[in-house]
């Protein structure tokens, strides 16, 4: 899981510019285009009812898990199954209390943390850069390698730090 996280927005770095985003753009904005285009801060552009979900969510501590239109959201506690939560340090959205909220719902799964800096980048990664192609030399392989490594038999829950992060 990367940057997965529960989105309520007392839980980000910049809470009121998250709650100003979420709901005074980004839900009254698809009303009239249909869409909410990624240069207002979402990284990409967005249709309208997806936007209008998480605005709902993210004003709720319990972020969708108290959503009765999401049954899904019950099923957490039922994983059972290894999981590496990749947590990027400069994430706006997903601080560690935010990561943390989500992981607590899982928890009966195997959980395994991994946090990525800006300094192991060389520059900067936000909430969605860890997917960028220019980050597959610097990010991708602590991740390949991490993965790797419990599949050739290493097991249990482990905390890996990038180089130069202590929290």
């Given at each position: 899981m ?8 007392g839980?980000?770095?910049?809470p ?27 990284g ?8 209008r979900?998480?605005?709902?969510w993210?004003?709720?501590?319990d972020f ?6 999401v049954?899904?959201?019950a ?19 997903g601080?560690?209390?935010a990561?943390?909220a ?12 991994m ?10 990664i ?5 997917f ?15 993965l790797?490594?419990?599949?050739a ?15």
């Amino acid at each position: 899981m990367v940057a997965s996280l529960n989105g309520w927005y007392g839980r980000t770095r910049e809470p009121l510019s998250v709650f100003a985003r979420m709901n005074l753009l980004g839900v009254p904005m698809p009303r009239l285009t249909g869409r909410i285009p990624g240069a207002i801060g979402f990284g990409t552009e967005l249709a309208g009812p997806i936007v209008r979900d998480w605005a709902r969510w993210c004003r709720k501590r319990d972020f969708f898990f108290g959503d009765p239109a999401v049954p899904e959201a019950a099923r957490f506690a039922d994983v059972t199954l290894p999981l590496l939560s990749v947590g990027v340090v400069d994430d706006p959205w997903g601080t560690p209390a935010a990561v943390g909220a989500l992981l607590q719902r899982l928890e009966n799964a195997e959980l395994s943390q991994m946090w990525l800096s800006p300094r192991q980048a060389g520059g900067p990664i936000g909430h969605n850069g860890f997917f960028r192609r220019d980050m597959q030399t610097s990010l991708w392989p602590a991740v390949t390698d991490f993965l790797l490594a419990r599949g050739a038999g290493q097991s249990g829950p482990a905390r890996v730090m990038a180089p130069g992060v202590s929290r």
